[in-house]
């Protein structure tokens, strides 16, 4: 899962850099000033929300274009382990950083996605979804 997340929010961040660098190229055959402004406009609600969710539990101290920096309280987890069926083996995250993560994939993730079988495409949606 934390793969997952972290993944996600690394995608996010690429596919939101290259898609503004080449709609703002001059001589990209999909050229758009009104996309590049949708590219910024997503990049500033992801932030955006970063800050309310980050407001409820405790302090934003600097947003800035690819990330937060806040305070939280002493008794907030920094980190969460789970323990597997294995006693040896144990699963550590970030659990702030993971909180953020799984924000993004609810509110930024296009659920929707085709699968070609044969000659048939069918739609098919994601199990982010479900935490809608």
């Known amino acids: 899962m934390v793969v997952l997340y972290d993944s996600l929010q690394i995608a996010h961040k690429c596919i939101l850099n290259s898609f503004y660098g080449y709609v703002m190229r001059k001589g990209a055959r999909w050229y758009s000033m009104e996309m590049a402004g949708v590219v910024t406009y997503t990049g500033a609600n992801i932030i955006q929300n970063a800050r309310l969710l980050v407001e409820k539990i405790g302090k934003p101290l600097e947003l800035d274009t690819d990330g937060i920096w806040c305070a939280l309280p002493g008794s907030f987890p920094e980190n969460f382990t789970f323990k597997t069926r294995d ?42 979804s479900n935490f809608r």
């Open 87 to 128: 006693p040896k083996k144990k699963f550590t995250i970030s659990y702030p950083c993971v909180m953020l993560n799984v924000d993004v994939a609810i509110n930024n993730s296009n659920d929707q996605y085709q699968i070609q079988s044969g000659k048939r495409i069918q739609l098919a949606v994601n199990a982010l």
